[in-house]
């Protein structure tokens, strides 16, 4: 299955960074630059493994530390109700 926003999630990128909004709780939702790259990869159809070599690759950092920081973000977003994967 795709990774995608929820219906009622907006997203705004600028600067490197993305502000997502939950529609349903008016919760915003800030990713830093490293957080809007593996967003991306993962809405345009990258795998996890994929946004963690754009993290190795962009951000100079160790394979397992991208990884973690994959798996965390995505956790994140799904306790958040604010993907779907």
């Known amino acids: 299955m795709p990774f995608t926003l929820r219906r009622d999630v907006s997203m705004t990128t600028a600067d490197d960074a993305t502000v997502l ?39 100079a950092v160790e394979p397992a530390r991208a990884a973690d920081d994959v798996t965390s973000l995505v956790e994140h977003l799904r306790r958040a109700k604010l993907v779907t994967v």
Not at 39 to 51: D, H, V, W
């Open 21 to 59: 909004l939950d529609e349903r709780t008016g919760t915003y939702w800030q990713l830093n630059p490293s957080g809007s790259l593996v967003l991306s990869t993962l809405l345009s159809g990258g795998s996890p493994q994929q946004a963690t070599e754009q993290l190795v690759e962009r951000y």
